[in-house]
């Protein structure tokens, strides 16, 4: 719930943001003159940019939320790794298990199902990167058997 909180905090500073930018720009522009019409165009263009890379990040947070919940719905979300009392996964033992997952993911490539599992192994094992890599490709394959 931390998370969804920080990302509503953020999408609403960041509205409060371009609106301001936003009406600066229009005030630089307006001005006619290149440097400012420059600057105007530069404070429009890049909170744009900003703001769509903040929802491509909001649309991925919710696409895999609701594949880990239906996951975990069909009993597939547990990946059977032992946890600390803190519940954090120990990597050792995430990657010693990690060629299972693999194994289940080249074994059925189009499951949405066997690439999430693998993107959830590989966040247990502390490889941020794959994982995301792994959970847009089950967010890609579960939308195409729709």
Known sequence: MRGRAAAIIMAVLLAV???LVGWRAVQFVATG????????????VLPVLGAWGLWRELDFGMRSQHLVRRLDAEGGADLGLPTSPSGRVDRSVADAAFDGFRQEVDAS??????WLRLGLAY???GDRRRARGAVRRAISLERRSR
């Open 123 to 125: 966040d247990a094992a």
């Open 109 to 114: 490539p189009e499951s949405w199902r066997a």
């Open 33 to 44: 003159e290149p440097a400012a019409v420059g600057i105007g165009i530069a404070l429009i």
């Open 17 to 19: 943001y371009l609106v």
